[in-house]
């Protein structure tokens, strides 16, 4: 007797991880146009030397505050025309999605480090250790994230390291409480009670074990980090407290243009245009990974 599956063919294979992924983030429009977005700036950012027409900090004497091509007195030399001081103002946002991105990727890093070994102490430990843990914790996000990053630089002195050190403790908390949520969750299932049986210790559990499955939701809250960071350290570059001049960091950029806005509009405009628009593609880039990453929004 023929077997059914060999009369019309083997089944089709299920289809792979990547591919599931892949499908329910493509299923979001907005986040595969936040992540071809963000695509973009991180070539741009990487090819910068390439692509700028000028250097950050070349001068020219006789285009100061020149208008953008399109508009009269403008040049094709000059774009988005030049700032205060002859700039380039389209090689100064280039290089700027240099720092700024750079900013971001390593707030996050610092942060999520931190807050996963935070987040499996006090998952595991429990007891007063996890209660000192998230109490720290909670102070930390009683308190409004860019004074608190404000009060750290002016302790620890202006400057990008001292900024990024800052955003980095005020985002901390999100990744600790995360992590703590998906050890306690994760630490009663069976697979737990079996490794602990044949003898596994408790390095190898938080991070062989448990740490694995709790990737999910700090995968989306990093991508949604990232903005946070942006966001953090354009408005302490802003205040004087991050990025020093003639770093062509976009939130210091938009400190050197105030004096500019109601002459010179393109100064302050596209700095400010950049800012919104690497921050928006990181949202929505993570809002699609939310919805691949977590089950109980799969489609």
């Known amino acids: 007797m023929t077997h059914p599956q060999s009369a019309f063919g083997a089944s089709p294979a299920p289809p792979g ?3 599931e992924f892949w499908t329910a983030f493509s299923a979001n429009r907005g986040a595969v146009v936040g992540m071809a977005v963000v695509v973009a700036l991180l070539l741009t950012a990487l090819f910068a030397p390439l692509l700028a027409p000028h250097l950050p ?36 946002l280039m290089f700027g ?8 990727l390593a707030v996050v890093l610092i942060s999520l ?20 843990i998230m109490r720290m914790m909670d102070i930390i996000l009683t308190l ?24 980095a403790v005020v985002v901390l908390p999100h990744y600790v409480r995360i992590t703590r949520a998906a050890v306690i969750n994760e630490v009663s299932r ?23 499955n709790c990737a999910a939701p700090l995968i989306v809250q990093a991508s949604l980090g ?46 400010g245009l950049a800012i919104l628009v690497a921050v928006l593609a990181f949202n929505l880039m993570g809002d699609g990974l939310r919805d691949a990453l977590d089950p109980k929004l799969k489609r």
Not at 97 to 104: D, K
Not at 195 to 205: E, M
């Open 57 to 92: 900090d070349q001068t020219d004497s006789a285009a100061f505050l020149r208008p953008p091509s399109w508009q009269a007195g403008g040049s094709a030399e000059f774009l988005l025309g030049t700032d205060a001081i002859g700039r380039d103002i389209l090689s100064r």
């Open 144 to 167: 409004p994230s860019l004074l608190l990053a404000i009060v750290i630089v002016a302790i620890l002195g202006p400057g990008l390291t001292n900024a990024m050190l800052a955003v």
């Open 17 to 19: 991880p990547l591919r």
């Open 226 to 271: 990232v903005s946070t960071a942006i966001l953090d350290a354009a408005a302490l570059g802003f205040l004087g407290l991050g990025a020093q001049p003639p770093s062509p960091e976009w939130g210091t950029m938009l400190a050197d243009a105030r004096e500019f806005v109601m002459r010179a509009w393109w100064v302050v405009t596209f700095p």
């Open 190 to 212: 069976d697979y737990v009670t079996a490794a602990r049986i044949s003898g596994a210790g408790t390095l190898r559990l938080m991070f062989s074990e448990v740490l694995p």
């Open 113 to 132: 480090a931190a807050g996963i070994a935070l987040g499996l102490i006090a998952g595991f430990a429990r007891g007063v250790l996890e209660i000192a």
């Open 97 to 104: 999605s240099r720092l700024s991105l750079s900013i971001g």
